[in-house]
C-alpha cells in the first residue's frame, strides 16, 4: 500500500500562483511515476502533468507554459507549481502515485477567482 497527503491548496485570485506538495510513503520500491489530476465541478477527472521515475514530463495543453511539474526523490514528493492562474484552473486537485496499481491523494481544493 502507498499513502500519499498533499498540500497546498486554496484561493487565489487570477494571475496569481500556488504550489501543491503530495508527499507519498509506504510500500515503495522506486519505479514509479507521479502526477497531478483534477476535477472541476460536473467534469471528470483530467490529467494535468506527470512525472516519470527518470524525470519525463507530460502537461495538459492547458496548462502549458504555466504549471511546472518535479520531484524530489529522496522524499517522495511530487511538486505542481502553478502560475499564471486562471478561473477555469479552479478544480480539486489530485495527486496520482503509479506503481503497478493507481493510488490516489485525498485531493485538494483550488479556487481561483477573477
Known amino acids: 500500500q502507498v499513502q500519499l497527503v498533499e498540500s497546498g491548496g486554496g484561493l487565489v485570485q487570477a494571475g496569481g500562483s500556488l504550489r501543491l506538495s503530495c508527499v507519498a510513503s509506504g510500500n515503495i520500491f522506486g519505479f514509479s511515476t507521479m502526477g497531478w489530476y483534477r476535477r472541476s465541478p460536473g467534469k471528470q477527472r483530467d490529467l494535468v502533468a506527470v512525472?516519470?521515475?527518470?524525470?519525463?514530463?507530460n502537461y495538459a495543453e492547458a496548462v502549458k507554459g504555466r504549471f511546472t511539474i518535479s520531484r524530489d526523490y529522496a522524499k517522495n514528493t511530487v511538486y505542481l507549481q502553478m502560475n499564471s492562474l486562471k478561473p477555469e484552473d479552479t478544480a480539486v486537485y489530485y495527486c496520482n502515485f503509479h506503481q503497478v496499481y493507481d493510488y490516489w491523494g485525498q485531493g485538494t481544493q483550488v479556487t481561483v477567482s477573477s
Open positions: 512525472i516519470t521515475r527518470s524525470g519525463t514530463t
